[in-house]
């Protein structure tokens, strides 16, 4: 499915998304564009223009922000929305989709924009505008539930970790603050030849049900989300006594369910003792390579590493470091 973002945009005071590239980090992903060997570039949302300046010819870009676009008067750059771009735009000349790249920092900047950003990487996939993409995304975008929400023919070729904090800066054009966002450089391409078949996700498992928060009386093993780096073994709850002190504790939280999961399980210590051991395994790779400071799985990747031999992970992207 599609979010079509652009009514949640509108929304939004203008400034708001406006969190720009350093000359650094912009440097970085002119030199990933320019090693994909584009036909022809575009960028979507341009800005103050730090990426663009630097990417190569040919190329044009778009931002919906007027006042910038004019000031500015950059070469190839019009105001207009990303999403008003479509694959038989006269600007992409003769160049065949394949050959186009489109570049972008989509917005990340703001609590709930990763569907922001998903959103656009979605229309130029879907709508195969360009059949290559290099974003600046969060490193949230490396959880596999949001990178499934892409088309299936298109694969992460490279990832690039900006290891310094430097990199990772963001400048808020609204009231000229630095922001450190953890990001990535993604390249996306549409490789239909290699799409492959990835284990299954499963929803279900004969073992257990993890149930919603107003069942969570029904529970029989509560266990504490994987949660940060630091923690080894998650915190497992079983036995009868310590289900009444979690069921207390939860009476008087004011959370929502977001950090324990409620079981209610067959056999609670088979099932305890089996996600201990995948989740290990799920630790050291999403620390290793992964999202670097969000590990916590989902319930539906929670029932995917119990039922799954290994980790459901089998892509090893070749992830370099900036
Ligand atoms: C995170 S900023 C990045 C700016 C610049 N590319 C950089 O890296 O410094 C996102 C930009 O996208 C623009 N933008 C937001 N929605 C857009 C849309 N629908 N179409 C085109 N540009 C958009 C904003 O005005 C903003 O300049």
């Given at each position: 499915?599609?979010?079509?973002?652009?009514?949640?945009m509108?929304?939004?005071?203008?400034g708001?998304?406006q969190?720009?590239?350093?000359?650094?980090?912009?440097?970085?992903?002119?030199?990933v564009?320019?090693?994909?060997?584009?036909?022809?570039v575009?960028?979507?949302g341009?800005?103050?223009?730090?990426?663009?300046?630097?990417?190569?010819?040919p190329?044009?870009?778009?931002?919906?922000?007027?006042?910038?676009?004019?000031?500015?008067?950059?070469?190839?750059v019009?105001?207009?929305?990303?999403?008003?771009?479509?694959?038989?735009?006269?600007?992409?000349?003769?160049?065949?989709?394949?050959?186009?790249?489109?570049?972008?920092?989509?917005?990340?900047?703001?609590?709930?924009?990763m569907?922001?950003a998903?959103?656009?990487?979605?229309?130029?996939?879907?709508?195969?505008?360009c059949?290559?993409?290099?974003?600046?995304?969060g490193?949230?975008?490396?959880?596999?539930?949001?990178?499934?929400?892409?088309?299936?023919?298109?694969?992460?070729?490279?990832e690039?970790?900006?290891?310094?904090?430097?990199?990772?800066?963001?400048?808020?054009?609204?009231?000229?603050?630095?922001?450190?966002?953890?990001?990535?450089?993604?390249?996306?391409?549409?490789?239909?030849?290699?799409?492959?078949?990835?284990?299954?996700?499963v929803?279900?498992?004969?073992?257990?049900?993890?149930?919603?928060?107003?069942?969570?009386?029904?529970?029989?093993?509560?266990?504490?989300?994987?949660?940060?780096?630091?923690?080894?073994f998650?915190?497992?709850?079983?036995?009868?006594?310590?289900?009444?002190?979690?069921?207390?504790?939860?009476?008087?939280?004011?959370s929502?369910?977001?950090?324990?999961?409620?079981?209610?399980?067959?056999?609670?210590?088979?099932?305890?003792?089996?996600?201990?051991?995948?989740?290990?395994?799920?630790?050291?790779?999403?620390?290793?390579?992964?999202?670097?400071?969000?590990i916590?799985?989902n319930?539906?990747?929670?029932?995917?590493?119990?039922?799954?031999?290994?980790?459901?992970?089998?892509?090893?992207?070749?992830?370099r470091?900036?």
């Amino acid at each position: 499915m599609v979010i079509d973002i652009r009514k949640m945009m509108n929304k939004r005071a203008r400034g708001l998304d406006q969190y720009y590239t350093s000359t650094a980090l912009a440097a970085k992903v002119a030199a990933v564009v320019r090693n994909l060997a584009p036909g022809i570039v575009f960028e979507g949302g341009t800005g103050g223009g730090a990426i663009y300046n630097l990417l190569p010819n040919p190329k044009f870009g778009v931002d919906v922000d007027r006042d910038t676009v004019n000031r500015l008067q950059l070469p190839g750059v019009a105001c207009e929305s990303l999403f008003d771009v479509k694959a038989d735009d006269a600007r992409f000349g003769a160049v065949a989709v394949q050959d186009r790249v489109f570049v972008s920092n989509p917005p990340f900047g703001l609590p709930g924009v990763m569907n922001a950003a998903l959103s656009v990487m979605q229309y130029i996939a879907t709508e195969r505008v360009c059949g290559k993409m290099v974003v600046i995304v969060g490193r949230t975008m490396r959880k596999w539930s949001n990178m499934m929400r892409m088309p299936r023919e298109w694969s992460i070729t490279e990832e690039h970790i900006p290891d310094s904090l430097a990199l990772n800066k963001f400048v808020d054009q609204s009231n000229g603050t630095t922001k450190t966002v953890k990001v990535v450089v993604q390249v996306w391409q549409y490789q239909p030849e290699r799409l492959r078949v990835d284990p299954v996700f499963v929803d279900v498992c004969a073992d257990f049900v993890v149930l919603s928060l107003k069942d969570h009386k029904q529970a029989n093993l509560v266990v504490l989300q994987f949660g940060s780096i630091g923690t080894v073994f998650q915190k497992v709850w079983s036995t009868p006594d310590e289900l009444a002190t979690m069921f207390a504790w939860q009476e008087k939280s004011t959370s929502h369910s977001g950090s324990h999961f409620w079981l209610r399980c067959t056999d609670p210590n088979a099932v305890k003792i089996r996600i201990a051991a995948r989740k290990t395994d799920y630790v050291t790779y999403m620390t290793d390579t992964l999202v670097g400071n969000n590990i916590t799985p989902n319930p539906r990747e929670l029932i995917s590493i119990y039922v799954h031999g290994s980790v459901p992970y089998t892509r090893p992207w070749p992830v370099r470091r900036f």
